[in-house]
């Protein structure tokens, strides 16, 4: 679909009503190399002749297929997807893209958070994507384009063979001749091949089925050559003796970041994101991200967020070859030192950097108002930095130092409609009212939301008699049921 | 007499001096109540050094009194203040109504207590910031120390908000930490209003530990919107306490 795609989202395309296909040549012939979907429904199939095509689809729309800008586009993705998701990401022509997401995905709250993400995102700029996290790259490229359904789909580690089992041979990257032989001789789904033994297949398909298979299974190494743009800032050492010790590491971390912070005031830039790659001597990589929140080139710094992450590295048997890349860069112009006159606000940058880096970046944030009255949605998360709001909320009414996750249900004796409950019930205990204050009335956002068109909540301060004080709600009015169930709720708890 | 009085000052210049209290812990921020500040060692609250708080017997799970107390103290220290958390429910309009506004808190959310106190130690460490609280469970000595040492190498004040899931877990709270002082707050009924409603809060605050200073308690009213708390009508209309406030001769 990616040709697709790619077309679909350029502006100068007319709009997508009719069907498209992609047009190219295989030797004499001009044949559909892509089919969007629409045209699929219509039952034109890549491999299908164009003629052929133009007889069964009058108004059918077609585009020469142009490989090419397919895989510069491709790049570009594997460059955004570099930048914003992982230090490792390599494309895998002519329609995919391989991201080694070992010691990132909790940045981003876990795999399956991850691919919800990126399954969001790209959708949004119009990509059709199927998503597959394994614990190789042939399994991952088997599943994303054979699993069923849309969902993406991650395979539990260390069970990869039950996973691939099942898929049907196409999905071991092979050739569609070797496929077709297989077929010929009743191999339908890779489970047969993993039974079966290695010997003969060799001697009648050659040594690409077997190292095909072992790269998806895990047991053959498969190293991911990291894409690696024109114009991306990095340094590299290899080192005559494998290094492990931490103290060693952290030596070299501080080197590269003084060649990488020369280089990039030199262009007048700074960090937002490095990627630290230490390849060990058994051809694996071990990788560090560290994210900034403003662009950054002062060495110590980056050192210390780069060193702060050496115990995730593992060194194995010894690094060879450590390379550091500012992944992204943005321009970093001096400004002027503040005045001796007024004294500068804390510099709090790093502090927020250094634990964005070890509780995740959407772990550290600021709380802001919004104009809403409905509590919970009165209050949203902004990034740390960012600028100050200069208000806050309404102070005309009390509010409660702790608001619980969501409102839970409790049990009372009150009189309706206006009246404070005498006694709640609140996880299994029971709580005499001594003194009360309210109702405030909050409306539904019916503005927003048709379900809220008529919600009413009539909120109650109330103290026990062991002086906790409480925040409790009513939903409803208490006249009129279709304002709400006339339940009653614990929301918050006052200092 | 004045003999013994100057040895003691002597030993105690020279505790102080060991203790490496030299620099930051001689500044204090004083509560505003005269009551209060004048049972403190030195007149406040020592800057500089980590002190604990938390809820009494009923809010310790919820820890909502010792949230607010401890936001008053941030509140009136200069700076931004950091906040680590484990669950996120604090309120923030509750917060800025305890005196402290959103622009000035930044909110960390650690998984577990281990990389809270982590956390937390490198807010400490810092030094750019007013204060830093955290709300943490388990604090044993040597991570309280650690704290401590941070918090005097660069000033910054640590408030460690004692909190626990399950309130049998509080026994924690007798063990001994290195924090300069430890206080508990639970809320009491507030003074009846001559109107239905519910009044301004009333804490029993309770100092339950001080480095070189004595335990007390008192009734005291909660914070208001910039921070401070307040003496209650009774409590300082009492003729003791009258004779201690020269302002009313």
């Given amino acids: 679909m990616w040709p697709i795609d790619r077309l679909q989202r350029r502006a100068d395309t007319p709009s997508a009503e009719a069907p498209l296909i992609l047009a190219g040549r295989v030797g004499n012939r001009r044949v559909i190399t892509a089919a969007c979907d629409a045209a699929r429904g219509l039952g034109l199939h890549v491999g299908m002749p164009v003629a052929k095509a133009q007889a069964l689809v009058p108004d059918l729309r077609i585009e020469p297929a142009d490989p090419c800008a397919d895989l510069d586009a491709l790049e570009r993705l594997a460059l955004w997807l570099l930048q914003r998701i992982a230090p490792i990401v390599a494309v895998d022509p002519p329609d995919g893209v391989v991201i080694d997401v070992t010691g990132a995905d909790h940045l981003h709250g876990g795999e399956a958070a991850l691919l919800e993400m990126l399954l969001g995102r790209l959708t949004l700029t119009g990509i059709t994507a199927r998503l597959a996290i394994a614990d190789t790259w042939g399994a991952a490229h088997a599943l994303a384009r054979h699993h069923h359904g849309d969902a993406p789909c991650i395979a539990p580690p260390g069970a990869t063979a039950a996973v691939l089992a099942p898929l049907p041979l196409a999905a071991l990257r092979l050739a569609p001749a070797t496929v077709a032989g297989l077929l010929d001789l009743g191999f339908v789904t890779i489970g047969d091949l993993i039974d079966t033994p290695r010997g003969p297949l060799t001697r009648r398909f050659g040594a690409e089925l077997c190292r095909r298979l072992d790269q998806a299974l895990g047991d053959a190494p498969e190293p991911i050559a990291p894409l690696r743009p024109e114009g991306l800032i990095e340094v590299r050492r290899s080192f005559a003796e494998p290094i492990g010790a931490a103290e060693t590491i952290a030596r070299y971390i501080a080197r590269l970041v003084t060649e990488l912070c020369a280089a990039l005031e030199a262009r007048g830039q700074g960090a937002r994101r490095l990627d630290l790659l230490c390849w060990r001597v058994d051809n694996r990589v071990q990788t560090v991200r560290v994210g900034l929140a403003t662009a950054q080139r002062d060495p110590a710094r980056l050192t210390r967020l780069l060193t702060d992450k050496i115990p995730t590295i593992d060194p194995g048997f010894g690094i060879e070859i450590m390379t550091l890349t500012a992944t992204l860069a943005e321009p970093l112009v001096p400004r002027q030192a503040s005045s001796l006159l007024e004294q500068a606000p804390p510099d709090i940058a790093g502090l927020v950097d250094l634990l964005a880096n070890r509780v995740g970046a959407r772990a550290v944030y600021r709380l802001s108002p919004v104009a809403s009255d409905v509590p919970e949605r009165s209050v949203t998360r902004v990034a740390a930095l960012s600028p100050d709001q200069g208000g806050g909320w309404p102070g005309h009414w009390p509010r409660p130092s702790r608001l619980l996750p969501r409102p839970e249900p409790i049990e009372t004796l009150a009189l309706l409609p206006d009246h404070p409950p005498k006694w709640i019930a609140w996880r299994g205990t029971r709580h005499a009212v001594a003194r009360a204050d309210g109702p405030e009335r909050i409306f539904g956002e019916w503005w927003k939301r048709d379900a809220e068109a008529r919600a009413v909540r009539d909120y109650f301060r109330i103290e026990n008699e062991a002086g906790q004080r409480f925040w409790i709600f009513r939903a409803g009015d208490g006249e009129d049921r279709a304002t709400g169930s006339h339940r009653w709720f614990m929301h918050g708890i006052f200092g | ?249």
């Fill in chain 2, 1 to 249: 007499m004045s003999d013994a009085r100057l040895t003691l000052a002597a030993l105690r210049d020279r505790i102080a001096h060991l203790e490496g209290a030299e620099g930051h812990a001689r500044k204090t921020l004083a509560f505003g109540v005269p009551a209060l500040d004048r049972r403190l060692p030195q007149g406040g609250l020592a800057l500089g050094c980590l002190h604990e708080v938390s809820g009494g017997p009923a809010g310790a799970a919820d820890g909502a009194v010792a949230a607010c107390f401890a936001a008053g103290i941030a509140a009136r220290l200069p700076g931004p203040v950091l906040w680590c958390v484990t669950q996120g429910d604090l309120f923030a309009p509750g917060l800025e109504q305890a005196g402290l506004p959103p622009d000035r808190v930044i909110y960390v959310e650690a998984g577990d207590d281990i990389s809270l106190l982590a956390c937390m130690e490198e807010g400490l460490r810092h030094g750019g910031l007013g204060a830093v609280v955290a709300e943490v469970a388990r604090l044993s000595m040597t991570a309280s120390r650690r704290l401590h040492l941070a918090a005097k190498t660069s000033g910054t004040t640590g408030l460690a908000l004692r909190r626990w899931r399950d309130p049998a877990q509080a026994e924690d709270f007798g063990q001994p930490t290195a924090a300069m002082t430890r206080w508990r707050i639970s809320a009491l009924p507030s003074v009846p209003l001559p109107v239905p409603g519910v009044g301004r809060a009333r804490w029993r605050v309770e100092l339950v530990r001080a480095r070189a200073g004595e335990t007390f308690e008192m009734i005291l009213e909660g914070c208001d919107d910039t921070g401070h708390l307040g003496l209650p009508a009774d409590v300082a209309d009492r003729p003791a306490a009258a004779a201690g406030r020269h302002a009313f001769g």
